[in-house]
C-alpha cells in the first residue's frame, strides 16, 4: 500500500506532501508581475525575489527537494508581457538551484506561459495525481484521474475570511471540505476531502476573491458550483490553525 502524508503549514500558506520517500513543497497563486499600481515596477520585481527566496527558505526546514506549484504563477492572464519573461527567468532560477524536481499545474492566468518556462519546468495541463492526491489549480473540473485520489488539493479561489463585523475579515484562510463528486461523475459516490490553499502571495488582493454563502458555492469554482449540494463539512481555518467557522 502506498504511504502518503500531507502536513499543512497553516501559517505559510503551503502544504508538504510526503510520497514515496519524496517531499514535495506545495504553494499556489504567486501571481509574478502583480502590482497595487501599474507605474510600479520595481514592486513586483521585488516581490519575486522575495516569494523565490521565501519558497527556497521554507523548503530547506521541511526537507523538500521537490516543488509543486498550483498555478497562476504570472499575473497577466492571456498574454506575456515583456516584464513576464525576466521575471520567470529570474524566479525558477533561483528555484533551480535548490529543487530536483519543478511541477507547474497550469493556472487561468497562467496563458502561453509554457513558451517561456525552462525545459526543466514539467507544466501540466489539468490536474496532477501524486499516489492518492490530485492536485489542480481549480478553475477547471477535474479530470478522470481524481477517481484514483481520495483527496483533492487546489488553489485559485484566493479565500478570504469574512463575517459581519468581525475583525478578522479580509484574512487569508484555509478551506477544508468533505464532498461527493458524484455530480462531476455520475455513478461515482466515494467521498472526498478537498483542502482550498490561500495564496502564497500575500500582497494580492482581487474584488472577486469569494465570500461564500452557507454552502460555500462559488463563481469561480466549477467544482464547488457543481457539488454544492453534496458538500458534507466545511471548515474554514486561519493561519494560526483556528477553526473560523464550520458548516
Known amino acids: 500500500m502506498v504511504s502518503r502524508r500531507i502536513a499543512i503549514l497553516y501559517d505559510k500558506a503551503a502544504l508538504v506532501i510526503n510520497s514515496q520517500n519524496k517531499n514535495f513543497f506545495c504553494v499556489t497563486d504567486l501571481h509574478l508581475g502583480y502590482t497595487p499600481s501599474p507605474s510600479i515596477s520595481l514592486h513586483s520585481r521585488r516581490l519575486t525575489v522575495e516569494l523565490a527566496d521565501k519558497i527556497v527558505e521554507l523548503s530547506k526546514k521541511v526537507d523538500a527537494e521537490n516543488l509543486i506549484l498550483l498555478g497562476d504563477v504570472k ?4 498574454r506575456i508581457l515583456y516584464s513576464d519573461r525576466s521575471l520567470i527567468d529570474s524566479f525558477f532560477a533561483t528555484l533551480r538551484l535548490f529543487f530536483k524536481e519543478i511541477y507547474l499545474v497550469l493556472g487561468n492566468h497562467d496563458g502561453s506561459i509554457s513558451r517561456i518556462l525552462p525545459t526543466y519546468v514539467k507544466a501540466i495541463n489539468r490536474g496532477f495525481l501524486l499516489d492518492r492526491t490530485y492536485l489542480i489549480h481549480g ?10 485520489s481520495n483527496l483533492i488539493v ?5 479565500p478570504l475570511f469574512y463575517k459581519e463585523h468581525s475583525p478578522l475579515n479580509g484574512q487569508r484562510v484555509w478551506i ?12 461515482k459516490d466515494m467521498i472526498y476531502r478537498l483542502i482550498v490553499m490561500p495564496s502564497f502571495n500575500s500582497e494580492i488582493s482581487f474584488s472577486q476573491s469569494p465570500t461564500y454563502s452557507p454552502n460555500l458555492s462559488s463563481r469561480i469554482s466549477p467544482l464547488l458550483n457543481r457539488c454544492k449540494e453534496d458538500v458534507l463539512e466545511t471548515k474554514l481555518i486561519s493561519f ?8
Not at 461527493?180 to 455520475?186: D, E, R, Y
Not at 494560526?240 to 458548516?247: F, K, N, P, R, W
Request: neutral net charge.
Open 75 to 78: 499575473h497577466t492572464i492571456a
Open 139 to 148: 478553475h477547471t473540473l477535474p479530470g478522470p484521474e481524481v477517481l484514483k
Open 154 to 158: 487546489m488553489g485559485h479561489l484566493h
Open 176 to 187: 477544508l471540505m468533505t464532498l461527493s463528486l458524484s455530480k462531476v461523475f455520475p455513478g
Open 240 to 247: 494560526d490553525g483556528t477553526i473560523l467557522a464550520q458548516v
